[in-house]
């Protein structure tokens, strides 16, 4: 019995030596790990500070629409930087919601560039699909007004002129126009827009200055639609089974369509209406 007692002694001695050295090995570990944090995080801001992360140019940002690669020029007039700034300082995300309040631009993402420093953006323009006049008053005395031209999307966003033809110096305006205040057409702008999109009658031009009528200039001629409604599309349907219209009256004759009653189409010729019942 005193043999097996004294080798439990024995033993129990040698665990708690064993013990304390993996208690101290911890703490050693602990300490370098410590300062290996510490002085990565330290070489990590050294090399932050230094000056050449600083943005002193907009040459140091690359700017990209599509394949499109933007002009410095370009790029300073987008951005609202002040040079020089710290690379750490700039905050992407509120550049590209800048970037997105601007009425052509669509989308836009933004990353810094740390080799060599700077910023990488890309931006989806928005895509206009027909040109805009606006009358304004110019004098409000004499009366005098002036045509503001700008551009519309799909949407219904409205896009200064100058702002679309700054980003797309050979792009190509679309054919089809607008007249009118683009807050007046807003509300039923993508409706009549898709309807006469699918048409197979071709619009040029859509009148909106008389909020009681619409009037589109086609191929047939001028189409009164009145009011706009929710039965735009189904006016545009009736517009396209008049496409053969002109086999039966001299287009030279037509004043206008009548369609404010898709159900009951009339032509307007030499001054007198006369039922039309469309095949």
């Known amino acids: 019995m005193a043999g097996i007692v004294s080798v439990s002694h024995t033993d129990l001695a040698q665990r708690r030596k064993k013990l304390r050295r993996q208690r101290q090995m911890k703490i050693i570990q602990a300490i370098w790990r410590t300062f290996a944090i510490s002085g990565l995080a330290g070489g990590l801001l050294w090399v932050a500070i230094q000056p050449m992360w600083v943005l002193n140019a907009p040459k140091q940002i690359v700017m ?18 002040s040079y020089p700034q710290s690379l750490w300082r ?19 993402t933004v990353s810094r560039r740390l080799f060599p420093p700077g910023l990488i953006i890309e931006i989806q323009q928005r895509v206009p699909v027909a040109l805009t006049q606006t009358a304004t008053e110019q004098n409000q005395h004499r009366g005098n007004k002036q045509a503001t031209l700008g551009l519309v999307d799909a949407n219904g966003v409205w896009i200064p002129l100058e702002k679309y033809t700054s980003l797309n110096s050979k792009g190509k305006l679309p054919k089809l126009k607008v007249i009118g205040s683009p807050k007046q057409y807003r509300p039923y702008w993508t409706q009549i827009y898709q309807a006469i999109s699918h048409s197979s009658v071709k619009v040029t031009e859509i009148n909106c200055q008389d909020p009681t009528n619409l ?5 047939l001629g001028n189409v009164h639609l009145g009011v706009p409604s929710p039965q735009l599309s189904q006016q545009i349907e009736v517009l396209a089974q008049m496409r053969r219209l002109p086999a039966k009256l001299n287009p030279n004759q037509i004043e206008y369509i009548d369609l404010k009653n898709p159900e009951s189409p009339l032509v307007q010729v030499n001054q007198k209406y006369r039922s039309l019942i469309p095949k």
């Open 90 to 108: 700039i905050k992407p995300s509120a550049i590209a919601d800048g970037l997105k309040k601007q009425p052509a631009i669509a989308q836009a």
């Open 215 to 219: 009037i589109l200039k086609t191929e």
């Open 64 to 81: 990209k629409s599509g394949d499109q690669l933007l002009s410095d020029e370009v790029t300073q007039s987008l951005l609202a930087l």
